[in-house]
């Protein structure tokens, strides 16, 4: 069974970098999928982030506007999220996914429990 | 605002049938690209209900089912029961931008 823990601060500042990282459990994340993150601001709808694949392919939501780094620990199997000059706007439920990509086509399954991240002074 | 368009809220007594569409374009289920659902339960994090369209992951009571036609996709529950009351997303692939995937808004389902 795969499993995902996220981890990282509850609250960053405004204008600080969010760092989170996922810990895969189950599976080898070397030996292939692509891994990501969906976030959910409290009480509204879910946004991909961006989503990776063996450190080699990366890609990101436009809308981050170059904030998001996605990578790849393989050694500790962990997959890792850095989100700069973050702002009240970027206080969400942040969750790790294993994007499970079939060509033209790919879903998330499964999900971390997720980790809320509050921007605030 | 989301590029896949859901309702907002729907609603439907215990035994009833309900279906929560979900509406793209040309760039994204109308190019082709397959629908993925998913449940999100009060308090949980979003499972996984079907993918590719159709498949339902196994331990998805077949109570659930999907189809997809056009730019448009649908997800129908069947037989609802309390414990499907939740937020449902759809979630498609755009062509717009290289390895874009997209979600729907999400629609609140409450059982009566």
């Known amino acids: 069974q795969v499993l995902l823990q996220e981890s990282g601060p509850g609250l960053v500042k405004p204008s600080d970098t969010l760092s989170l990282t996922c810990n895969v459990s189950g599976y080898s994340i070397s030996s292939g999928f692509y891994w990501g993150w969906v976030r959910q601001p409290p009480g509204k709808g879910l946004e991909w982030m961006g989503s990776?694949?063996?450190?080699?392919?990366?890609y990101y939501n436009p809308s981050l506007k170059g904030r998001i780094t996605m990578s790849v620990d393989t050694s500790k199997n962990q997959i890792s999220l850095r989100l700069n000059s973050v702002t009240a706007a970027d206080t969400a439920v942040y969750y790790c996914?294993?994007?499970?990509?079939?060509?033209?086509?790919?879903?998330?399954?499964?999900w971390g429990q997720g980790t809320l991240v509050t921007v605030s002074s | 605002q989301s590029v896949l368009t859901q309702p907002p809220s729907l609603s439907g007594a215990p035994g009833q049938s309900v279906t929560i569409s979900c509406t793209g374009s040309n760039s994204n289920i109308g190019a082709g690209y397959d629908v993925h659902w998913y449940q999100q339960l009060p308090g949980t994090a979003p499972k996984l209900l079907i993918y590719?369209?159709?498949k339902r992951p196994s331990g998805v009571p077949d109570r659930f089912s999907a189809s997809r036609s056009g730019p448009s996709a649908s997800l129908a529950i069947t037989g609802l029961q309390a414990e499907d009351e939740g937020d449902y997303f759809c979630q498609s692939f755009d062509s717009s931008l290289s390895g874009l995937r997209i979600f729907g808004g999400g629609t609140k389902l409450t059982v009566l």
């Open positions: 996914v294993r994007d499970q990509a079939l060509g033209a086509t790919n879903w998330f399954d499964p």
């Open positions: 990776i694949f063996r450190s080699r392919n990366t």
């Open positions: 590719a369209n159709t």
